[in-house]
């Protein structure tokens, strides 16, 4: 759901003060596509810094490859790829979309990037263990497909600014960039970035607003604490008269 939806403007808005901000992310950070396509599977429900340890183990056994992959046991997978966590679940995943690839499109990358955007996306989302995320990212940055990747850390800044509420699901987090931005792969690419550069940076779990590029933009202030701009619901707030500030919970109880 869309709590106060902004205008084509506003989405644009937020792109200019993260581009000013931050620059360039040249991102996804891959030889090869499918290099991405294998740190999309590997990123699931882990750090970078984790995949990137993974993918390193790949490529020191050279086994960073459609076909290797394809002929390779999922526990010898595996174990290559301890690094990202959850490695058994992680292998299987990554050699039912190496499988997908090879017999589809008889291991090519080009005549899987031929097909229509909706109709490949139809056919990842069918393999097991690819969820919208990791289809999108692997359609954006391996392919070239004009379609716009929200995670987490999206959700994350759009609830916090109010924009979206917390049950909002992914399709319409999705269509709200969507809806707003001309269909351009070069600025979904880096759109994305900027957000994941924005959340690592400011939007964290336990957030620093101060010098968060989007600070003054819309923010509202019953989201936020007063002291430690932890964001707050509207249920679990409290006044506190002396200084006129919004207490989260943590706050509130040092009070």
Known sequence: MIKNKPQTHFIWNIYQNLYERFG?????????????????????????????????????????????????????????????????IKAKRLKNVVAFVMERFDGSLDKMRQQPLEVLRSQLLSVNGVGPETADSILLYALGKSVFVVDAYTKRFLIRHNWVAPQADYHQVQALFSGALKSDVKLFNEYHALIVRLAKEHCKTVPDCRECPLVDMNYDVFSRCGNCFRAITTENRKIDTLNNKFLCEACRSLK
């Not at 590997?42 to 993918?55: G, H, P, R, S």
């Not at 992959?69 to 997978?77: K, T």
């Open 24 to 88: 360039p992310q040249f991102w996804w950070p891959a030889d090869s596509e499918f290099e991405v396509i294998v740190g999309a599977v590997l990123t699931q429900n882990t750090n970078w810094k984790n995949v990137e340890k993974a993918i390193d183990n790949l490529k020191a056994a050279d086994v960073l490859k459609l076909e290797s992959l394809h002929a390779m046991p999922p526990g010898r997978l595996a174990n290559y790829i301890k690094p990202a966590g959850y490695f058994n």
